[in-house]
């Protein structure tokens, strides 16, 4: 029976890839969207505006206090009461931004804060402007503390992706979900399922892991 | 935009709101239990020298780190039975977040351990303390401090990993969500309650944890 079902799963592998190509797309385009996002609100929030400070300390601590499901059927079953109808696909990807642009934002933030006010006075002395002093002179310094957890974070926003399984888009997991119901062998096919999961992010967790090492002074 | 929010409704469901937090308290406390010690057994065998123990340490930590705990739940809740084990829903979720928290909470442990100074392992060896009376006096009231902060960092990421159990049946506060919902389709004020209620185990988990920072890290440890 084993080897029955070892072969019905290989003949349909290829939806397992088409799954795969799923989740790359929704961890890339919510990587790169909440990269920018969570740079621009750190940057916001280690300002000194006090009003934006509170508006992104509290979106912040709303997304770190719920649990991403739950952030993810509010935005797609309360959004369409308030009249914003999206389709699963989108939905998801709106969710990804919500949630990973919080927690970019912490860790921009923190980088930002760890540089000394030394550092922003002599580039005010120099004569640069507040976008070229961020560009020039913080960033690149903060870089330093912000890459290693920003990886990481990286690391758990494509194992975030499998939980918009819940609202039906065809990634990964949700594969997994609708094979098992038809082969019934849950540990072969949440094995392969886990080990295509696997082979997207471990890599990631090893340079996360090396670049702790090198940025560790 | 929240013109028409109905209290009333959430009044009528209270009830079920409760049962569901009192579960999701329940699960959270005993996984968060269970998740120490798979972790502290974990990271003994990860730090070992011993080829047989350390090995497989490592293989448990870095294969649930680099899957999603859906894959997991799932993995067990589709898996046990056809292993021929009948095991109810939330002792599987149980099962799920303690092995997931466990390999989490070993790196955390492992993490403090290894930030204690070698020269003070080495001060120690010289001062004649054996190994127990190291780890006793000199290792853990250094290492402790660094690991209560991360350790209730983990506590939240696991009461918020909890909502999960929901997809497969367990009775715990998203689920109460989506039963409201389903039941009277009001989803706007199913899940702001349940968001609500996660956010104040948060606020309590976050306030203990920067607490616990400002008490045990600038501590001087001897």
Known sequence: ?217 | MLDDFNFRIIFEYLPLFLTGLRNTFFISIVSIMLALMTGTIACACRISSIKLLKYPAIAYIEIIRSTPLLVQIYFLYFGLPTLGLRVPEIQTGIIALMLNSGAYIAEIIRAGITSVDDGQIEAGVSSGLNYFQRMRFIILPQALGATVPPLLGQAIVLVKDSALLSLISVMELTRCGQTMTSERFMPTEAFLTVAFFYMCIYFCLKSLADWSQKKLIFREAY
């Open chain 1, 1 to 217: 029976m084993m080897a029955f079902y070892f072969s019905r799963l290989v003949e349909i592998f290829p939806f397992f890839l088409k799954g795969l190509w799923m989740t790359t797309q929704i961890a890339f385009i919510s990587l790169f969207t909440c990269t920018i996002l969570g740079f621009v609100l750190g940057i916001l929030r280690s300002g000194k505006n006090k009003i934006t400070k509170r508006l992104i300390g509290v979106y912040v601590s709303f997304v770190r206090g719920t649990p991403f499901v739950v952030q993810v059927f509010i935005v797609f079953f309360i959004l369409p009461e308030w009249g914003i109808q999206l389709k699963a696909f989108p939905a998801a990807l709106l969710a990804m931004a919500i949630m990973g642009s919080a927690f970019i934002c912490e860790i921009v933030a923190g980088g930002i804060n760890s540089i000394s006010k030394g550092q922003w006075e002599a580039g005010t002395v120099s004569g640069l402007t507040l976008i070229q002093q961020l560009r020039l002179v913080i960033i690149p310094q903060a870089m330093k503390v912000i890459l290693p957890p920003l990886v990481g974070q990286y690391v758990l926003l494509i194992k975030d992706t499998s939980v918009v399984s819940v609202i039906g888009v065809m990634e990964l997991t949700r594969v997994g979900w609708v094979t098992v119901m038809r082969i019934p062998e849950g540990l072969m096919v949440f094995s392969l399922v886990g080990a295509l999961y696997f082979v997207i992010s471990y890599p990631l967790i090893l340079l996360s892991n090396y670049l702790e090492r090198r940025m560790a002074i």
